[in-house]
């Protein structure tokens, strides 16, 4: 049985040798770079997951991140940013440029190792899933195939949890989703994320619907509603 795969990049050689041994530990096998440049090229081996720096001399961890994205073969990868970049704008950042994590630096290494399993096993659900690839509710139409989405005719471009998150609302149109079930469906049980996340990503959604935003409906106290032909009358 094949091993899953971590690439790790950091400039920083102690801390990738750190993670490197710890996640070799528990079964992982792991591929290093210490630089943009050589992230690139590692990626070429499609490993599971990657663990990325952000501050790194030449090219940094956002461009590495966007080129990883551009690419239609290494858009399943899950990117972990992690990173002594911890402001609130940082985070939102690295999110929006398609990673599906942001740990902040310093992070003990058992709670690092459960955020890489929790988004191994939702990239393995996003994975096996096999229904409703394709969502149409309203004037939305969603193909998760091809990771595209149309409001009316025009195609909007959403980064990876942004999808993940007005696909799982239009999938339940009509019918409250609480924030709790959000967090442990796009985030998972095991990784810590504030209710600002949330937030953050779902400002982000109703900024690209504009006139549209009102599809998606804070229920307070609650969660979230995708608003359903019957819903939005």
Same mark, same amino acid.
């Given at each position: +049985? +094949?091993?899953?795969?971590?690439?790790?990049?950091?400039?920083?050689?102690?801390?990738?040798?750190?993670?490197?041994?710890?996640?070799?530990?528990?079964?992982?096998?792991?591929?290093?770079?210490?630089?943009? !440049?050589?992230?690139?090229?590692?990626? !070429?081996?499609?490993?599971?997951?990657?663990?990325?720096?952000? +501050?790194?001399?030449?090219?940094?961890?956002?461009?590495?991140?966007?080129?990883?994205?551009?690419?239609?073969?290494?858009?399943?990868?899950?990117?972990?940013?992690?990173?002594?970049?911890?402001?609130?704008?940082?985070?939102? &950042?690295?999110?929006?440029?398609?990673?599906?994590?942001?740990?902040?630096?310093?992070?003990?290494?058992?709670?690092?190792?459960?955020?890489?399993?929790?988004?191994?096993?939702?990239?393995?659900?996003?994975?096996?899933?096999?229904?409703?690839?394709?969502?149409?509710?309203?004037?939305?139409?969603?193909?998760?195939?091809?990771?595209?989405?149309?409001?009316?005719?025009?195609?909007?471009?959403?980064?990876?949890?942004?999808?993940?998150?007005?696909?799982?609302?239009?999938?339940?149109?009509?019918?409250?989703?609480?924030?709790?079930?959000?967090?442990?469906?796009?985030?998972?049980?095991?990784?810590?994320?504030?209710?600002?996340?949330?937030?953050? &990503?779902?400002?982000?959604?109703?900024?690209?619907?504009?006139? &549209?935003?009102?599809?998606?409906?804070?229920?307070?106290?609650?969660?979230?509603?995708?608003?359903?032909?019957?819903?939005?009358?």
């Amino acid at each position: +049985m +094949m091993k899953t795969k971590i690439l790790i990049v950091d400039d920083e050689k102690d801390i990738v040798e750190f993670i490197q041994y710890n996640l070799e530990q528990e079964g992982f096998q792991v591929i290093k770079a210490y630089n943009g !440049k050589e992230a690139i090229e590692r990626i !070429k081996e499609k490993p599971d997951l990657v663990v990325l720096d952000v +501050m790194m001399p030449g090219l940094d961890g956002y461009e590495v991140c966007k080129k990883i994205r551009t690419k239609e073969k290494y858009k399943n990868i899950p990117i972990l940013f992690l990173t002594a970049k911890i402001s609130e704008q940082d985070e939102v &950042h690295g999110l929006d440029i398609g990673a599906d994590d942001y740990i902040a630096k310093p992070v003990s290494i058992k709670k690092l190792i459960a955020r890489v399993k929790s988004n191994l096993r939702q990239r393995d659900i996003n994975n096996n899933e096999e229904i409703n690839r394709v969502i149409v509710a309203g004037p939305i139409k969603i193909d998760k195939d091809e990771y595209v989405i149309f409001l009316n005719k025009d195609k909007l471009v959403f980064p990876r949890k942004e999808f993940e998150l007005i696909s799982f609302l239009a999938e339940r149109a009509g019918k409250v989703v609480t924030r709790e079930k959000i967090l442990n469906t796009i985030w998972g049980e095991d990784v810590f994320v504030g209710d600002r996340t949330i937030d953050v &990503h779902i400002r982000k959604i109703r900024e690209k619907l504009n006139n &549209h935003s009102y599809l998606i409906e804070t229920v307070k106290g609650v969660g979230y509603r995708f608003k359903s032909d019957e819903t939005s009358m």
